[in-house]
């Protein structure tokens, strides 16, 4: 059966030409159309996108696909999580109008070799410690804004750095796409919403806290008039070796639009942390 008759009042397509045409159809009927790129597995973090693209576009297109080329050969994309019922159902009840699921055969047909690459900034954070991740970012929001041929595409502001990179990428390359950050969504105990925290045991999710505590006692400095970067950041991570079990990757920071790093924060600046808590890598910012 084929995927769209799964909801009555939302299409989900799994082909490329499929989700163009109905893309197209919306903007010859004048809608404003709303992308929000994910991986599935849906948390609040990811409803708070699809609400934020509801209220200012008329046709919201989601995306779930688990994109491969952002993962590293040790990474988890075998086990990343996946839940398409579960996230289809969410979905529908936000009002979405579009699902576009492709399989990995569809977006990367055999013999593909083209990438993007925002050169300079997708190895700074992240793109350090996990070569090739931000390569494959670039490369499948690239694909999906020229699929959707969206107005409007929503990303998180967890992932910072992603957002920048892709900001980047849109003006270097004259995308007709306005890029919306919506903020952080944390649980009521501080921690950043994410797919990943399905994976934490009882105790590692506890020990995880450090993230978004070594970020406020970072901010609460900040705000008592600290202003050099280099004394902030060893602010956090006295904070963050406090939890032995937790194994810092990084924590910089930063100009939230060139990932630069600051001697002195003069303007608005970034604030990045990436840690391990067991196996599970996490991500966290906070900007001052």
């Given at each position: 059966m084929p995927l769209w008759w799964?909801?009555?009042?939302?299409?989900?397509?799994?082909?490329?030409?499929?989700?163009?045409?109905?893309?197209?159809?919306?903007?010859?009927?004048?809608?404003?159309?709303?992308?929000?790129?994910?991986?599935?597995?849906?948390?609040?973090?990811?409803?708070?996108?699809?609400?934020a693209a509801r209220s200012q576009c008329d046709l919201v297109v989601v995306s779930i696909f688990v994109n491969p080329t952002q993962f590293g050969p040790n990474e988890d994309?075998?086990?990343?999580?996946?839940?398409?019922?579960?996230?289809?159902?969410?979905?529908?009840?936000?009002?979405?109008?579009?699902?576009?699921?492709?399989?990995?055969?569809?977006?990367?047909?055999?013999?593909?070799?083209?990438?993007?690459?925002?050169?300079?900034?997708?190895?700074?954070?992240?793109?350090?410690?996990?070569?090739?991740?931000?390569r494959g970012v670039t490369t499948v929001v690239s694909k999906l804004f020229h699929i959707v041929e969206p107005d409007l595409a929503f990303f998180g502001q967890k992932d910072a750095a992603q957002v920048a990179i892709i900001k980047r990428m849109v003006r270097d390359l004259n995308m007709p796409v306005e890029i919306v950050v919506c903020p952080i969504v944390r649980e009521p105990d501080g921690l950043a919403m994410s797919s990943r925290n399905a994976y934490l045991t009882p105790e590692q999710r506890k020990s995880a806290l450090v993230l978004s505590r070594a970020l406020r006692r970072v901010q609460q400095v900040f705000d008592q008039g600290e202003r050099n970067a280099a004394k902030l950041i060893e602010t956090g991570k006295q904070v963050m070796a406090e939890e032995a079990s937790v194994r810092q990757d990084y924590l910089e920071i930063v100009d939230p639009e060139t990932l630069e790093g600051v001697a002195v924060v003069s303007a608005k600046s970034l604030v990045a942390v990436a840690a391990f808590a067991g196996n599970t890598r996490l991500i966290d910012n906070v900007c001052l």
């Open positions: 799964i909801c009555l009042s939302m299409h989900i397509h799994e082909n490329i030409e499929s989700t163009r045409s109905a893309s197209r159809a919306a903007h010859r009927e004048g809608k404003r159309i709303g992308l929000v790129p994910t991986m599935g597995a849906l948390h609040e973090g990811h409803l708070s996108l699809v609400r994309f075998a086990k990343y999580p996946r839940m398409f019922e579960r996230d289809c159902a969410l979905l529908e009840k936000e009002g979405v109008g579009v699902v576009f699921a492709p399989s990995i055969g569809e977006m990367y047909p055999s013999g593909a070799v083209t990438y993007v690459t925002v050169e300079g900034m997708s190895d700074k954070l992240c793109g350090r410690s996990r070569p090739g991740h931000f």
